[in-house]
């Protein structure tokens, strides 16, 4: 199975500030095959169920501010808020979903500095 | 609106079973394919089993293989987790999600429902 690795665990950041979350694989999601890699970046606010943000590693779901982004390939991913808004605090989860079972990182929790 | 409302959860004696459904409206539920995915208090997220468009590829982890049954109902737009045997561990939210896609491995998950909690304890 497909280990998922976030970090940091928690993370402060100044409103306006940019804001990254790293997500390692414990092996490639990339398919060259389709050449895309199945990685997906969700939000969860308190008292919520989690909302999709980034699909394809770097596809924004519609409605997600641009803000919002991911990158990265293979085994290293990342998610960046370019300023950060207070409706921004939550924490984001990575998922791979090249196989079965599909697994998410443990979490990354956002804070305001 | 895309709408997914879970029910069934409540407070059950380990080793005994639970009966989850998910009442799906606002998309064409049978283009499809459906999960079940839990979060046990404070916890992170665990995808626990998947279902595609048709029924005929069904997935669970591990943990619940044998123990867990999904399936859905394409005429009455809902999908189902028969839990048996709960035991402790089992306790979490289980929310019903929707895929972007007909098959149950290799799309992201675009609808969330509320969830539903499931508690084992004696």
């Known amino acids: 199975d497909i280990v998922m690795t976030q970090s940091p665990d928690s993370l402060a950041v100044s409103l306006g500030e940019r804001a990254t979350i790293n997500c390692k694989s414990s092996?490639?999601?990339?398919?060259?095959?389709?050449?895309?890699?199945?990685l997906a970046w969700y939000q969860q606010k308190p008292g919520q169920p989690p909302k999709l943000l980034i699909y394809?590693?770097?596809t924004r779901e519609s409605g997600v501010p641009d803000r919002f982004s991911g990158s990265g390939s293979g085994t290293d991913f990342t998610l960046t808020i370019s300023s950060l808004q207070a409706e921004d605090v939550a924490v984001y989860f990575c998922?791979?979903?090249?196989?079965?079972?599909?697994?998410f990182g443990q979490g990354t929790k956002l804070e305001i500095k | 609106e895309v709408q997914l409302v879970e029910s069934g959860g409540g407070l059950v004696q380990p080793g005994r079973s639970l009966r989850l459904s998910c009442a799906a409206s606002g998309f064409t539920f049978d283009d499809y394919a459906m999960h079940w995915v839990r979060q046990a208090p404070g916890k992170g997220l665990q995808w626990v089993s998947g279902?595609?468009?048709?029924?005929?590829?069904?997935g669970y982890v591990d943990s619940v293989k044998g123990r867990f049954t999904i399936s859905r109902d394409n005429t009455k737009n809902s999908l189902y987790l028969q839990m048996n045997s709960l035991r402790p561990e089992d306790t979490a939210l289980y929310y019903c999600v929707k895929a972007r896609g007909l098959y149950d491995s290799g799309v992201a998950f675009d609808i969330w429902g509320q969830g539903t909690m499931v508690t084992v304890s004696s």
């Open positions: 394809w590693a770097s």
């Open positions: 279902i595609n468009w048709n029924s005929g590829s069904i």
């Open positions: 092996q490639s999601v990339f398919y060259s095959s389709n050449n895309k890699n199945y």
């Open positions: 998922q791979q979903y090249s196989g079965t079972p599909c697994s």
